[in-house]
């Protein structure tokens, strides 16, 4: 191999590392109360060393199983958007209540997902599947 090649290559690995590190962290969970919804956590927090995240959402989801990574099908039950945090700082005690959309009757996976602002759209940087299946 030329060392140009190398060097290209390790270039192309450095742009490519996905740079985010906001999480969420602690118990998450939710309560569902006639037309509202209750989302709460411990932590999220930005674990980079350097910079700012984008705009954040927290955002609930009824799935038809349990939700692995990569692209999410269901049903969006609420979300609440939060200001982007500092390097090395987090929200801590995170707790929303707003109206809940319900999905069409059935048992569903629930996810709670962390979304950030990310090349013009939200992508989900982290998520909290909640273990069995809800009835709606």
């Known amino acids: 191999m030329n060392k140009h090649f190398i060097i290209v290559l390790i270039l192309y690995f450095l742009v490519n590392i996905d740079l985010n590190a906001q999480n969420l ?3 998450w969970g939710y309560k569902i ?3 509202y919804i209750t989302l709460y ?3 999220i ?3 980079n060393n350097s910079g700012r995240s984008g705009t954040l959402k927290i955002a609930i ?3 038809d199983y349990p939700y692995r990574g990569s692209y999410l099908n269901g049903y969006k039950l ?7 945090l500092d390097a090395g700082t ?3 005690d995170v707790s929303k209540t707003g109206w809940c959309t319900y999905p069409p009757s059935g048992s569903y996976s629930l996810t709670i997902a ?3 602002y990310i090349s013009y759209d939200y992508k989900i940087v982290d998520y909290v599947t909640i273990n069995g299946y809800a009835s709606f």
């Open 25 to 27: 962290s602690g118990s």
């Open 90 to 92: 987090y929200y801590y």
């Open 61 to 63: 989801y009824a799935t």
């Open 78 to 84: 609420f979300e609440y958007q939060l200001d982007p």
């Open 41 to 43: 956590g411990d932590k």
């Open 114 to 116: 962390l979304l950030e």
């Open 33 to 35: 109360d006639g037309k």
């Open 45 to 47: 927090q930005n674990q």
